[in-house]
């Protein structure tokens, strides 16, 4: 694919060099800054003053005065001129002889005295761009002898040449290029690399010296462009080593040159100039009879028999543009990252970045949007621009315009889609994707209300699930913009979350409640009013709880109670008294009963009014399902349950008042005996229970239950007293008859005996004895009987065991004594005390345990400042 790199602009026409001589052609040229030199065939040296003239468009052209011209003398062509500007001279190779030129007056250098200016006997010869030698007077160069096989490197100075080094090759040589001390060379049959200081060199590959003309071109440091079989360009540097690809160039090239990033090669017909970057072919000039090729300090010169011309480049920033403009965006970019090291570093960053973002809208305008999201991301684009595609999706308060010159041809997303409505949808989908990308990152420093708006509107037309996550998070969306827009599409929960982040929280639950309601349409959560619910449990202001607590309580008690009873003990210090919410709640009953229970049985608070009133509840509950006919007995027996766990875990509530709003109803006797109990009435709990009820297992749980938190003797006596209950009979004041009397006096009875065969290790044993009737069966009693007897004797067993253990723990403390007390205790005046340290003056001293000696006035003061006042006991048994 060709792009426009260079043109060609006549430098020098053939009127203005030879006039109307036919015969004349020109064999070689030099320049050197704005001087031009020309050899011909009739042996002259011409001397053109070289002028750079810019049109009003801008187009380069050349204006050449002739300055000079010289006849050598030699009545041969001018076969090679070389400048060397640091001398003032010009080196010539002119019928086989190698001499120096004044670049002024084109007067040959005479001898100087003790060494000569002539080099005879040369075939060709070329100057070293990367000296060895620091002298900046002297130039080196490389000479091809046509006689031997060897190759001269001479000094060449203002008025004089010095043999510096011969080296000897296998074969002839017939071209060089000098770099260093490297010498590529074009042998008969091969190109080689030769080291000329160390002699080492390097065989690189062959070529045919009959089919085609060796070209050898220094490039750069330590590197060559050699001309090699089928058409190729191979790049080779001093080690030997091709670090490029090789260019296609024609099989017939007679000359080449590099200008970064191009190669440029002559042929019969031709210039072709391909990438040094991707090798391909980038231009071709039809250019006649040229035979001279060269670059000269970057300036590629031309030449046909008769005229000079300029390859001119053109600048890269214009080429890089037209291989955008052709889409051909690899190209460009390529060209681009070469030209890197021909720009400042500043410049080529701007550069580069801009053409990264020109390429991306490119790949992005083709739907690549892999592509052109990479090209973004490197090129730092400014997001905003890539939003301004999409109609209206900037807020009205953005103060963004576009970049100019314009990154892209696009108007916007309808200009570039052309009616195509999937198109469109697929730039959308790649806009979110990107905006969710960068919207973390320093590309949206400074816009990002522009970049959050943008991406809030395109989640709520695509209905994305992302946009809850969005206003749930930090954002910086702008709510003038945001809030019709979301009206637009219905989502009026992520509307209420906007507010919200907007500390408009009031303005966020009218919304919602609406839509709970039914007054709007949203379907967005389903369940709405519970996160209304919790969002005002976590919500700081008690006035928005106030508020809208009642529409949460009528629409649903049971979950709107949890505003008070799940809400955070420390929100912003925002702290709810129990007893404003427990008048609050006076007129939603349900709920201010979910309310005691979270108080009393969820947060344990150990306050009394709260324990009765959520008593006093509980039981209005019970008596109001037994009130009712007829009576659901599932619910009242669940209701009955509350109330009676209550009664009997709570010891907070005013029994005594409870027991006077139940005194007159005998459905409810377990529960008065409850607060019997609870009021140490448990003559009065127990007589219920028994003679009332006939529920003996409610009794001896009733027993259990009231001896819980107390003593053995406690609980002994609570069973006693209803083993005496059992063993009373019947209670006074009730009517007797024979019949009945048998029959409840045999019930309780039995009652009686199976509480002392299930509980018999809480009875006194001699007392049940006492109280049983003498009539009783011994039979009845023996797992009774039993029982005792064996926690009679396992008791008497025990406290022979610990009187045993007393005896023997009493006697080996005896002896411990008796051996302290003969153990020597040692006092020297080189001992020390170890309460104060000091040393023992006098044998009067107490023991420690442990047979530790200190001072007495030291054991004195301690036992004085003792709280304790511990006594040291039988000291003096051991001074």
């Not at 109307?20 to 052609?25: E, G, L, T, Y």
């Not at 490119?362 to 690549?368: A, H, P, T």
């Not at 459905?667 to 019997?676: G, I, P």
């Not at 009517?735 to 006096?745: F, Y």
Request: charged share 25%; proline share 4%.
């Amino acid at each position: 694919m060709s792009v426009k790199a260079f043109e060609l602009v006549p430098a020098v026409e053939r009127d203005h060099l030879m006039g109307d001589k036919a015969r004349i052609n020109i064999e070689c040229i030099e320049c050197c800054g704005k001087h031009l030199y020309v050899g011909t065939n009739d042996c002259f040296i011409h001397h053109f003053l070289l002028d750079e003239v810019t049109s009003s468009k801008g187009k380069l052209s050349y204006s050449a005065q002739k300055l000079l011209h010289k006849y050598l003398g030699l009545k041969k062509p001018v076969a090679e001129l070389r400048a060397a500007s640091a001398l003032e001279r010009l080196i010539v190779l002119c019928d086989g002889i190698v001499f120096l030129v004044d670049m002024v007056t084109l007067e040959t250098v005479p001898l100087a005295a003790g060494g000569g200016v002539k080099i005879r006997g040369v075939t060709a010869f070329c100057v070293n761009e990367n000296p060895v030698n620091g002298d900046p007077f002297c130039v080196e160069i490389g000479v091809l002898s046509s006689k031997r096989r060897t190759v001269q490197v001479y000094m060449v100075y203002e008025d004089r040449v010095q043999l510096v080094k011969e080296v000897n090759t296998l074969e002839q040589p017939c071209a060089v290029s000098l770099d260093g001390y490297f010498l590529c060379l074009a042998l008969t049959t091969q190109y080689m690399i030769l080291n000329y200081n160390t002699g080492s060199s390097q065989d690189l590959f062959p070529y045919n010296n009959e089919e085609r003309r060796p070209i050898v071109k220094r490039i750069s440091r330590e590197e060559f462009l050699l001309a090699a079989p089928g058409g190729l360009g191979m790049f080779a540097n001093a080690e030997g080593v091709s670090q490029r690809a090789p260019v296609n160039w024609s099989e017939s090239v007679i000359a080449a040159a590099v200008s970064f990033p191009y190669v440029v090669a002559l042929d019969e017909n031709f210039i072709t100039i391909h990438s040094m970057l991707d090798q391909q072919l980038k231009q071709t000039l039809s250019f006649r009879d040229g035979h001279i090729l060269q670059d000269f300090e970057g300036k590629v010169m031309l030449a046909s028999t008769k005229a000079v011309y300029v390859l001119v480049p053109l600048p890269l920033e214009r080429q890089i543009q037209d291989l955008l403009a052709s889409r051909r965006v690899e190209e460009a970019l390529i060209l681009t990252e070469g030209a890197q090291r021909n720009i400042p570093k500043d410049k080529f960053q701007i550069l580069h970045k801009r053409i990264l973002q020109q390429a991306g809208f490119i790949q992005f305008g083709q739907l690549q949007f892999l592509e052109a999201k990479e090209h973004f991301r490197k090129g730092q684009l400014d997001v905003r621009e890539l939003i301004s595609l999409y109609p209206l999706l900037l807020p009205a308060s953005s103060s963004f315009t576009r970049c100019h010159p314009p990154l892209h041809e696009f108007a916007d997303l309808n200009h570039l889609a052309q009616g195509d409505q999937e198109k469109v949808l697929r730039c959308k989908k790649f806009l979110i994707s990107y905006l969710g990308e960068v919207r973390s990152t320093e590309v949206v420093n400074g816009c990002r209300e522009d970049v959050d708006t943008a991406l809030l509107k395109l989640y709520a037309e695509q209905d994305h699930e992302s946009l809850l996550d969005l206003l749930a998070s930090e954002n910086a969306c702008v709510l003038a913009d945001s809030v019709p827009w979301l009206e637009k599409y219905h989502k009026y929960f992520a509307l209420g979350l906007l507010y919200h982040y907007n500390a408009q929280d009031s303005a966020a639950l009218q919304l919602w409640i609406r839509v709970a309601d039914g007054d709007l349409r949203d379907s967005t959560r389903s369940d709405l009013f519970e996160y209304i619910v919790d969002f005002l449990c976590s919500s700081s202001s008690l006035d928005l709880v106030w508020k809208y607590a009642d529409w949460a309580l009528r629409k649903d008690p049971t979950i709107g109670v949890h505003i008070f009873t799940k809400r955070p003990s420390s929100i912003d210090r925002s702290e709810l008294n129990p007893n404003d919410v427990i008048t609050y709640l006076g007129k939603h009953n349900q709920a201010l009963l979910l309310y005691l229970e979270h108080l009393v049985l969820e947060k344990k608070m150990q306050k009394e009014k709260f324990h009765t009133h959520l008593a006093v509840l509980y039981l209005e509950r019970v008596l109001s399902l037994l009130s009712k006919s007829p009576t659901d007995g599932e619910k009242l027996t669940k209701a009955r349950e509350r109330l009676q766990a209550l009664l009997r875990e709570s010891t907070l509530y005013r029994a005594q008042f409870l027991l006077g709003k139940m005194e007159n109803c005998d459905q409810l006797l377990l529960e008065r005996a409850t607060l019997h109990g609870k009021l140490e009435e448990h003559d009065k709990a127990l007589h219920i229970l028994v003679h009332k009820l006939r529920d003996f297992p409610s009794a001896e749980a009733f027993c259990v239950w009231a001896s819980s938190s107390r003593d053995s003797a406690y609980r002994q006596q609570l069973f006693h007293l209803l083993l005496g209950v059992y063993l009373d009979g019947n209670p006074p004041g009730k009517a007797h008859t024979a019949a009945a009397d048998d029959g409840s006096s045999c019930e309780l009875e039995m009652a009686a005996v199976d509480l002392l065969n299930r509980h018999g290790e809480v009875f006194d044993a001699v007392r049940v004895l006492r109280m049983l009737p003498e009539g009783w069966s011994l039979q009845l009693l023996r797992p009774f009987l039993n029982r005792a007897i064996r926690a009679s004797m396992h008791a008497n067993r025990t406290s022979q065991i610990t009187l045993g253990l007393a005896h023997s723990e009493n006697v080996q403390m005896l002896h411990d004594r008796l051996k302290e007390r003969k153990k020597p205790i040692f006092v020297s005046e080189k001992k020390g005390c170890h309460l104060c340290h000091n040393t023992f003056s006098d044998p009067a001293v107490v023991c420690l345990p442990g047979g530790v000696p200190v001072h007495t006035h030291c054991v004195a003061q301690r036992v004085r400042d003792s709280p304790t006042k511990r006594q040291l006991t039988n000291s003096s048994n051991h001074t």
